[in-house]
């Protein structure tokens, strides 16, 4: 069964940074592509970031682009959200989800991420 | 505001049919077969229900289904059950592999 866990979320202050962390098992992590979507109090999903199975290509939105960076380490099924700069609009419930071609095929539960002084 | 346009609440009683709407633009849903849909209940991981517009993943009942028409794609769910009740969000990809395009989602009510 694939299950996805997230942690590392909390409550940061402007600026600050936070180090979001997706536990994966239940499938073949190197296979795929790994995604984090968001989504902001009362607001619909945002997707934030996207990374290839290798790790050699990742892509930003543009909203986050420069001060969020997404990695992973294979060895440990291990998916990572570095957030630096953080700013008031940044914060959400951030997701990580397994990708598959056009979609996203599961999902975890997320981590709250508050950025507020 | 998000990209695509979703109802913000739809409702029904059970055994009933609903049908939920997404519409956006040439360049997200009419441009693309790649919508999908997603249930979600707060607090809980978002499931996938429909991709591609119209397949449904091994485990999710055909009482699910998703069309597309020109830039708006539907997501109906028949035979309404109260475990139905839930958020649903629609999402396309917009055509580069750098973006998804997500609905405001529609919170459905099985009366």
């Known amino acids: 069964e694939v299950e996805l866990v997230e942690s590392g979320g909390g409550l940061v202050q402007p600026g600050g940074s936070l180090r979001l962390s997706c536990a994966a098992s239940?499938?073949?992590?190197?296979?795929?592509?790994m995604r984090w979507v968001r989504q902001a109090p009362g607001k619909g999903f945002e997707w934030v970031s996207s990374?290839?199975?290798?790790?050699?290509?990742?892509y930003y939105a543009d909203s986050v682009k420069g001060h969020f960076t997404i990695s992973r380490d294979n060895s440990k099924n291990r998916l990572y959200l570095q957030m630096d700069s953080l700013r008031a609009d940044d914060t959400a419930v951030y997701y990580c989800?397994?990708?598959?071609?056009?979609?996203?095929?599961?999902w975890g539960q997320g981590t709250l991420v508050t950025v507020s002084s | 505001q998000s990209a695509l346009t979703q109802p913000r609440s739809v409702s029904g009683s059970p055994g009933q049919s609903v049908t939920i709407s997404c519409t956006g633009t040439s360049s997200d849903v009419g441009g693309y077969n790649y919508v999908s849909w997603y249930q979600y209940h707060p607090g809980k991981a978002p499931k996938l229900i429909i991709y591609d517009v119209t397949k449904r993943p091994s485990g999710v009942p055909d009482r699910f289904s998703g069309s597309k028409s020109g830039n708006t794609a539907s997501l109906t769910i028949s035979g309404l059950q109260a475990e139905d009740e839930a958020d649903y969000y629609c999402c396309s990809y917009t055509g580069s592999y750098t973006d998804w395009a997500f609905g405001g989602g529609t919170k459905l009510t099985v009366l």
């Open positions: 989800a397994k990708g598959v071609d056009y979609h996203f095929d599961y």
């Open positions: 239940g499938f073949t992590f190197s296979n795929f592509a």
């Open positions: 990374i290839s199975s290798s790790g050699g290509s990742k």
